[in-house]
Nanobody, 124 residues
Framework: QVQLVESGGGLVQAGGSLRLSCAAS????????MGWFGQAPGKEREFVSG????????LYSDSVKGRFTIYRDNANNMVYLQMNSLTPEDTAAYYC?????????????????WGQGTQVTVSS
């Protein structure tokens, strides 16, 4: 069982940066690939970024590639999403998720555990 708690969301102007954090409970954090998903108002939840168990392999959606960076600290059961050059289109609730796979997955169905989400709002 893994429990996830996100933090770090907020209101930021376009062009700004935020760092989202996800704290995981349990001793098996390093046995899970981790992902970040975003859900904009009225839209489906979609993949943003993912990290393999070790952090050595990462994935990004085309819309965030080059602007967002995912990284993890397995010693402290944390995963982060550094978000730079934010645009109003990045406005969404962001969810952290854990998956027992070795490599990050891009589909919602692959993930076993989810956090409650943190809201990111980017003003123009």
């Amino acid at each position: 069982q893994v429990q996830l708690v996100e933090s770090g969301g907020g209101l930021v102007q376009a062009g700004g940066s935020l760092r989202l954090s996800c704290a995981a409970s349990g001793r098996t954090f390093s046995n899970h690939a981790m992902g970040w998903f975003g859900q904009a108002p009225g839209k489906e939840r979609e993949f943003v970024s993912g990290s393999s168990r070790s952090g050595g392999s990462t994935l990004y959606s085309d819309s965030v590639k080059g602007r967002f960076t995912i990284y993890r600290d397995n010693a402290n059961n944390m995963v982060y999403l550094q978000m730079n050059s934010l645009t109003p289109e990045d406005t969404a609730a962001y969810y952290c998720a854990a998956d027992r796979s070795i490599l990050a997955q891009t589909t919602i169905a692959a993930y076993d555990y989810w956090g409650q989400g943190t809201q990111v709002t980017v003003s123009s």
